[in-house]
């Protein structure tokens, strides 16, 4: 098993989480861990919309004032809109 690979996103705001994660995410590969910290409110929507659009697997769990994102990347099929 890989190590996961963590992102601090905390103190930015919509978008920057999800381009961050994005970008680490992008040369990971399928089912490699991805944890995104994140503080903005608005990453409740937006991360896990991003991960069930790539195909990824998304859990949250919160934290005082933040959110630990654990994204399992690849292991679900990729949606199209």
Partial sequence: MSAEHVV??????CPVPVVLAARAAAPLSPGEVLVLLADDPVAVTDVPAWAWLR??????????GWTRYTVVVGV???RST
């Fill in 8 to 13: 601090d996103a905390r103190g930015t705001r």
């Fill in 55 to 64: 195909g990824h697997t998304v859990t949250a769990r919160e934290e005082e």
């Fill in 76 to 78: 679900a099929e990729a």
